[in-house]
């Protein structure tokens, strides 16, 4: 079984590799997806579009940019600055910001330290089928009160009800 530090390892080892499978610069692939044209969908891992596809509010970019801050990939390491692309990203409902948001939460990494928020996020994120996140907010049970657990349940509810308009994608 891998523990939870190295499912996240893996984790950014597999998105950031993910990241470098891009066509050389000057072929004739690459110059097709340097059009303006091109949707930051196409884009968003490449440099310098990630950015610019972050701020334009695709959660995928946001995702990938804060697992970039999260870890000084290219920019300096800043826990502050990849919770912040990681909310962006997690209120439109994506599901792997939310976990990793729900990370941040219960390490106390960049926002105060709060089981009761990281088990929302770990909820949300579970509650779309996201696997980690469901053996996170398990983990995180274990060591909660009851009354931490359900303010954590109804905090899901709650957010659910308000965001039911959006198409929750992975």
């Given at each position: 079984?891998?523990?939870?530090?190295?499912?996240?390892?893996?984790?950014?080892?597999?998105?950031?590799?993910?990241?470098?499978?891009?066509?050389?610069?000057?072929?004739?692939?690459?110059?097709a997806q340097d059009s303006p044209a091109v949707s930051c969908a196409d884009l968003y891992s490449?440099?310098?579009?990630?950015?610019?596809?972050?701020?334009?509010?695709?959660a995928g970019a946001q995702s990938l940019l804060g697992l970039k801050y999260a870890r000084g990939?290219?920019?300096?390491?800043?826990?502050?600055?990849?919770?912040?692309?990681?909310?962006?990203?997690?209120?439109?409902?994506?599901?792997?910001?939310?976990?990793?948001?729900?990370?941040?939460?219960?390490?106390?990494?960049?926002?105060?330290e709060d089981d009761v928020l990281a088990y929302m996020w770990f909820n949300l994120s579970g509650?779309?089928?996201?696997?980690?996140?469901?053996?996170?907010?398990?983990?995180?049970?274990?060591?909660?009160?009851?009354?931490?657990?359900?303010?954590?349940?109804?905090?899901?509810?709650?957010?659910?009800?308000?965001?039911?308009?959006?198409?929750?994608?992975?």
């Amino acid at each position: 079984m891998v523990s939870g530090h190295g499912a996240f390892g893996i984790l950014i080892g597999a998105t950031f590799g993910a990241c470098f499978l891009v066509p050389a610069p000057g072929s004739a692939q690459a110059s097709a997806q340097d059009s303006p044209a091109v949707s930051c969908a196409d884009l968003y891992s490449r440099s310098p579009f990630l950015t610019r596809c972050a701020e334009q509010g695709h959660a995928g970019a946001q995702s990938l940019l804060g697992l970039k801050y999260a870890r000084g990939l290219g920019v300096p390491e800043d826990d502050t600055e990849a919770v912040r692309w990681y909310r962006l990203a997690a209120e439109q409902g994506h599901a792997e910001s939310q976990w990793l948001l729900g990370i941040m939460y219960d390490k106390g990494d960049g926002v105060p330290e709060d089981d009761v928020l990281a088990y929302m996020w770990f909820n949300l994120s579970g509650a779309q089928g996201h696997v980690s996140a469901q053996e996170s907010e398990d983990i995180i049970e274990m060591r909660m009160r009851g009354d931490q657990i359900a303010e954590a349940e109804r905090l899901s509810r709650d957010w659910m009800e308000t965001h039911r308009s959006l198409q929750f994608e992975d």
